[in-house]
């Protein structure tokens, strides 16, 4: 089968989604298809390449949030003259780059339900929900910034509606936010699909306690250190301010590495937090890492907290997982199968440092057997193989 994806972020850099639509081509090339990638691009960076798969990258939004009326038009644009002698079999987008391809899609199916290009079916895959997400920033009294509450927002919770609107199928990364779009959207349960974050086994790896050590001293640590590890974009919603402050509700030796670039303004205040608690010697903050050496970072931790006021089921909760390492998390709810991921009760610096102290002293196990053979890309890329078969079988009727 020939597959058009429309997905923003492909590596490099491998911040952000880039990782998991990366993973689950690879996956899905080895089960025999062939991918035209439509995809946002850094100039300055190299192109991660895959065998069987061909590239339409387009220069990425100028600042964000501006994806809607800069990068998504002028793909669409290109898609609009491109498509007709495509021959692609089915169209799987993922979020809100493909807006005005949704738009379209329903304006045909308004207008021209007889199209020939509504005959290949759409399969959009949400990693999150506009109105889930402003739901729970209210709830959390977090108030968004000007341009994401009045422009942004609005546009996505719109890409959403009209992805439901024209989708064949929907997938969602998390049960929770399958109920979101059933609930905000009004998607048909018949077509929701869960195919939760995926990891790739064979990379994230854990090492023996001589590796570990090696690793900490490396990056300036003690033997006796024990590390918390948050990796990924430093932003509000990810409430990093908070695991600082719970730096000082543990003993000296819990060292916080924060991997991962951050918003400016954020940074700032993360930086701000750092000096007036007087925690340079107890916080180490490391740029963004490449995805192929990320599990480095896991490797010499103790500890994975991530104190989130809302996610759709993090990648890195399972990358940790699948390292050896416990996960403290908060913002999602995972599956009952995975052993060695913890719930924060609430988003306290003091509730965050005791949960910490409690699990990394009581060496709680990690089940990484269970995560490599139910939460591998492969296994990921069998269950999209269903919902394929589910979108082809209904539009043969």
Request: proline share 7%; glycine share 6%; charged share 25%.
């Amino acid at each position: 089968m020939r597959i058009l994806r429309i997905v923003y972020d492909w590596p490099q850099p491998w911040s952000g989604l880039a990782p998991a639509p990366y993973e689950l081509t690879r996956s899905q090339v080895e089960l025999g298809h062939t991918f035209d990638i439509f995809c946002g691009r850094w100039l300055s960076k190299p192109f991660e390449r895959l065998p069987g798969v061909e590239f339409h990258p387009f220069v990425r939004e100028p600042f964000p949030g501006s994806i809607f009326f800069t990068t998504a038009p002028f793909m669409f644009l290109y898609y609009f003259f491109w498509k007709d002698k495509a021959g692609v079999d089915l169209i799987h987008s993922h979020g809100h780059f493909g807006i005005w391809v949704y738009a379209y899609r329903v304006f045909l199916n308004r207008f021209f339900k007889n199209s020939p290009e509504l005959k290949i079916p759409l399969v959009v895959h949400f990693h999150n929900t506009f109105a889930g997400r402003q739901k729970k920033l209210e709830d959390a009294g977090q108030e968004p910034k000007f341009f994401s509450k009045y422009v942004s927002w609005p546009l996505g919770i719109w890409s959403d509606k009209l992805a439901i609107k024209t989708g064949a199928a929907y997938i969602f990364v998390s049960e929770e936010l399958k109920k979101e779009a059933i609930e905000y959207y009004g998607a048909d349960p018949q077509k929701c699909f869960v195919v939760e974050s995926g990891v790739d086994p064979k990379l994230f790896v854990s090492v023996n306690e001589q590796e570990r050590h090696s690793t900490k001293r490396d990056m300036g640590m003690d033997y006796d250190d024990k590390v918390i590890l948050n990796l990924g974009k430093q932003v509000q919603r990810k409430n990093i301010h908070l695991l600082i402050e719970a730096l000082e509700f543990l003993p000296p030796y819990f060292k916080l590495l924060l991997v991962g670039p951050s918003d400016i303004k954020y940074g700032i205040e993360l930086d701000t937090l750092i000096s007036v608690k007087r925690l340079h010697n107890r916080v180490v903050r490391a740029d963004e890492t490449s995805y192929p050496q990320t599990p480095i970072a896991y490797q010499m931790a103790d500890i994975f907290v991530l104190p989130s006021s809302f996610e759709g089921f993090p990648k890195v909760v399972l990358e940790a997982l699948s390292c050896g390492v416990p996960a403290l998390v908060s913002g999602f709810k995972a599956g009952d199968d995975l052993r060695g991921i913890y719930y924060l009760a609430d988003l306290t610096p003091q509730t965050i440092a005791q949960s910490i102290l409690n699990i990394v002293s009581k060496k709680e196990p990690v089940d990484r057997d269970v995560v490599a053979v139910k939460y591998s890309w492969r296994v990921r890329a069998l269950q999209v193989e269903k919902v394929y078969e589910y979108v082809t079988g209904q539009n043969q009727k």
